[in-house]
């Protein structure tokens, strides 16, 4: 579960980890409004007119996913923030992050 969904229509196909890269620093864009409802979110991108909800872990990500923390740093903030193992994180940070950026909510710089 990438904890992302557009317009509240299900999950898109992400891509792996692994094709973003350990070092990618992924920063969330500053015009996309971003209204927390307890632990999840609802995202508004006022450019394509489209809401995301962000569920527990899909807004941790998003919070993580600041222009400083590269994709290991989320993905160890995952870890220590839910106590799960590294594939665990890896693999719903990384499905999380890939439909983020398809959607153009986040870019993905670095390598």
Known sequence: ?????????????ATPYTAIGAATIP???ADVLCVP?????????????TTFRLNETGFAIWRFCDGRNTMNDVVESIRATYDVDEATARDDV???VSEMARTGIIGCNGA
Do not use: C, K, Q, S
Request: charged letters at 30%; zero cysteines; hydrophobic letters at 35%.
């Open 1 to 13: 579960m990438t904890g992302v969904e557009r317009g509240g229509f299900g999950e898109g196909v």
């Open 94 to 96: 990384g499905a999380a």
């Open 37 to 49: 409802i307890d632990d999840e979110a609802v995202l508004y991108d006022h450019v394509t007119d």
């Open 27 to 29: 920063p969330r864009r």
